[in-house]
């Protein structure tokens, strides 16, 4: 049994399952206020809690000519507007140390990416706001090993944190989504996120831009659900052609319900 974890109003390790959604990074405000409220709708149709997924900054890109987001000032403006007319929780990634305190006056949860969760200046600078951490255990990590991580956070006083599973390196320029890394990640005592989208991932295949295979996307995220995940992330786009970042991997709007009706359907036998 995990902690509960409240974030806002969404509570992370009990019988419900949270969605964390939004675009891969902020395109503009206007973008960012349509999806949050898109999505918002879709997840209380379907009766699933929701926290908004947007990134003021991609600063792991592929490309150097990458579009990266507004940047942090714009950015977490845009992202307050969010909370204020929408009314959700927000999340999105801090990549230095320095920018945890800002951002945590804005975020109800700061996220350690991937590449960086063994950082230990930010990990600890995240954890010292006080706000929900989410990190995204580390693709060349094994589950394991993310003990090191929460006790990290601990240490720095911190004891809302989530732990997000986005696959393994399996090879070149692939992943491969282990489902044991969920119960294996939940012996920490913390809610474990599945990551569907960056879990389908193909880096560096279509050159200078992230590949990937959307279509395995609904059978990871159901197969992470049975597994026991407690929340699902997943990065949604009304134009998923048109994304300006992870294109290929960005799960459609149009699409979503579907997909949600069908996870809290499996949620629910899970449960009992």
Sequence with gaps: MSNIIQTGSVSFGGDALPIIA?????????????????IANECSKVGLPFVFKNSFDKANRTSGDAFRGPGLDEGLEILSAVKEKVGIPVLTDVHLPNQCAMVGEVADVLQIPAFLCRQTDLIEAAAKTGKTVNVKKGQFLSPWKVGSIVSKIEKAGGY??????RGTTFGYESLISDMRSIPVMKETGYPVIFDATHSSQMPGRSGSNTGGSREFIPTMTKSAVAAGADGIFMEVHDNVNEAKSDAATQWPLDQLEDLLVSIKRIREAVCG
């Design 160 to 165: 809302q944190i989530l732990l997000t599973d």
């Design 22 to 38: 939004g675009p891969c990074v902020i395109e503009s405000r206007e973008h960012s206020l349509f999806m949050a409220d898109a």
